[in-house]
């Protein structure tokens, strides 16, 4: 869990959230507080998340932040995996719910911002009733499901030609057992992918904090090899005065001036509801007494007291020295947080630099040391290399006379030999040359070997008056160096006794500012609390207002004389809609009336039409088949005739 909250509080510093946490901060949220930096987070991955939670009902937050998490498919792990239990801590705010949500969240940023865009595109909108009643929307929306069935349909099909193909094969059966278990295996891979990353990143983050731990201790010994024992304590002592009048007079006035906003704001809320009569009595009340405190600082002025003068001129420069402490203990206070950020700055700067090249970046007194010694290698460098050139051209100069000089000693050799095989002594200059050669290094060894021993024994003289020398020298520093050791460890020890007394004096000044924030943190957001009630009150009474405006405009209509003033009132409108009703509904049971009396007769009257025309339809039909009838008699008929004549 806590590589967990370490991984999510170096996220949320990072950009583009730039929270500014720590573990102890970020440990220390209300629930309230850590749902507005889940929704800032999903709203990182999904712009349409922006939301402000003290806006929103939290069942409406809850639905919110499930349907997203659903549809970035998270699966709640551990003691969440009852749905339930997860709904419930998600609406309360449970930190053992939510921390694991910011983990998987702030892993995968960049695959659910691509999840989240894509899923607007292939997520079925839920049309409302309403709309459907459109014949456009709703043919569209049958056709869209229409069409999904043909899908399913397909699909449908698809599988089972696919499952008639299979079962056609030899050991089907195995077959399938062994792409189930290779499914398995790769679900499997890619959960152990997924852990390896998540390792990877954590080694890296690891190796981070050691690098920037390993510059806070190497810039610690640098400013304790620097620093002496005096500047060290006038820092802590300035240190500690800051702290004090934080503590004992900033904190407490800005409390104080809150406490008495917030006594202000609860009274307000627990007054009852006020007209415009209550509001205009209370704005007289205050011009009385504003008029009352003009009227007493002109007669205190009258007066012109020279006690009272300097008195108010003390409390002058008094307020004018304590406000610009307080500018001064601000702009320290945002100094430090300037600071602070600077470092965390310089220290992502360090360690990208180191992951490029492999090397420290110098800071800048290094940095100059480093310039300067560049410069003199520099210089070094250049004098060096014009000596090597003129060693190069004087080594070629030598090299070429050394060339022709052996070709002068090959070419003399050579006819020393000639000579020397003419006079029938060959080989003799090469002999000569060999025994002059021995003898030489012969005797250069035997005056090497009395030199040496002479210069031994002198270098042993030498070297033992030296030490004596140094001995000597060196008594008087080492008695000093003695007590300047003894000097030292007392001085650690004192150091070491310091520093305990100024880490648990921090330590407990943290502790009480970090009290003093939770409670400052509590009390805003009270306010902020109260603010909104104090908004929705006025809300309410500027509503009521409008309302009482619109009755007394009705009253004033309806007792005015004018007639025109009377129709334009509501009253009046809808008694005259009544009347027009009453009118309505009385015709209608007149007409109801006669429409019953003369319901039997009508009934009666339209039987005897539809028998009536019964009646025609059927001398309609006999008339027909009458005329059918004769028609086949005159052919028959002429059809004899035919037969007749021609016999």
Not at 69 to 76: D, E, F, N, S
Not at 463 to 490: G, P, Y
Not at 549 to 562: F, G, H, Q, V
Not at 618 to 643: A, D, P
Request: proline share 2%; hydrophobic share 30%.
């Amino acid at each position: 869990m806590s590589d967990q909250i370490k991984f999510i509080v170096d996220s949320l510093n990072k950009e583009p959230f730039r929270k500014n946490y720590n573990l102890i901060t970020f440990d220390s949220l209300e629930p309230m507080q850590l749902l507005q930096v889940l929704s800032d987070v999903l709203a990182e991955i999904d712009p349409k998340q922006l939301v402000d939670l003290r806006e929103e009902m939290p069942e409406q937050t809850a639905k919110r932040m499930l349907s997203v998490l659903g549809i970035l498919k998270y699966k709640p792990s551990g003691n969440a995996t009852d749905m339930s239990t997860f709904r419930q801590g998600l609406v309360i705010g449970s930190k053992p719910v939510i921390y694991p949500v910011l983990h998987w969240l702030l892993q995968r940023t960049n695959e659910l911002k691509k999840r989240a865009y894509l899923a607007r595109f292939l997520i079925k909108l839920e049309v409302p009733s309403e709309f459907l009643q459109d014949e456009t929307v709703a043919d569209t929306n049958k056709q869209d499901i229409s069409a999904m069935e043909e899908e399913k349909d397909q699909l449908i099909k698809r599988v089972e030609h696919l499952k008639k193909r299979v079962e056609t094969a030899q050991n089907y059966q195995w077959m399938l057992k062994i792409a189930r278990q290779l499914r398995v295996e790769k679900e499997r891979e890619e959960y152990l992918a997924q852990q390896k990353q998540e390792q990877k990143n954590q080694l890296f983050h690891a190796v981070q904090r050691l690098q920037r731990v390993q510059n806070q201790l190497k810039s610690m010994r640098q400013a304790a090899a620097d620093a002496k024992p005096e500047s060290l304590m006038k820092r802590l002592e300035e240190e500690i005065k800051f702290n004090l009048y934080m503590v004992t007079e900033k904190f407490p006035k800005e409390l104080e001036n809150k406490k008495k906003e917030l006594h202000f704001l609860q009274k307000v809320v627990s007054e009852p509801a006020m007209g415009h009569s209550d509001l205009l009595e209370l704005e007289s009340k205050i011009n009385e007494i504003n008029t009352e405190i003009n009227q007493l600082i002109e007669k205190k002025m009258m007066r012109n007291e020279p006690i009272e003068g300097k008195l108010s001129l003390y409390r002058q420069q008094a307020s004018i020295i304590s406000r610009k402490k307080e500018a001064k203990a601000e702009e320290l206070q945002e100094a430090k947080e300037k600071l602070a950020s600077l470092e965390r700055e310089a220290s992502l700067k360090r360690n990208q630099t180191r992951e490029f090249d492999g090397t420290e970046v110098l800071k800048g007194d290094e940095f100059k040391r480093y310039v300067s010694k560049l410069r003199s290698k520099s210089t070094v460098f250049k004098k060096k290399h014009q000596i090597i050139a003129e060693l190069k051209a004087e080594f070629g100069l030598l090299q070429r006379t050394e060339e022709l000089l052996k070709q002068r000693h090959e070419n003399i050799q050579q006819q020393l030999q000639t000579m020397e095989e003419k006079k029938g002594i060959s080989g003799y200059s090469y002999t000569q040359e060999e025994l002059e050669r021995v003898s030489a290094l012969k005797s250069e060894v035997d005056e090497m070997k009395g030199r040496t021993l002479d210069d031994m024994s002198e270098m042993v003289k030498k070297l033992n008056s030296l030490v004596s020398e140094k001995k000597s020298a060196l008594a008087s520093v080492i008695k000093e160096l003695r007590q300047l050791r003894q000097k030292c460890q007392e001085l650690t020890q004192e150091c070491d006794e310091k520093k305990s007394q100024y880490d648990s004096c921090a330590a407990g000044l943290e502790s009480n500012r970090s009290k003093l924030e939770q409670e400052v943190r509590r009390l805003r957001e009270e306010c902020l609390q109260e603010e909104s009630r104090y908004h929705y009150t006025n809300c309410m009474i500027k509503n009521l207002e409008v309302q009482l405006r619109r009755a007394t405009d009705e009253m004033k209509a309806y007792i005015s004389s004018d007639q025109q003033e009377k129709r334009k009132a509501i009253r009046e409108q809808y008694t005259k809609n009544i009347a027009e009703q009453e009118n309505l509904g009385k015709k209608l049971r007149e007409k109801q009336k006669v429409v019953r009396e003369s319901h039997g007769p009508n009934m009666k009257q339209a039987k005897m039409w539809r028998d009536l025309q019964q009646l025609m339809e059927c001398k309609k039909q006999c008339f027909l088949k009458q005329q059918s009838q004769t028609s086949i008699g005159q052919v028959t008929e002429i059809l004899q005739m035919g037969y007749r004549e021609e016999e």
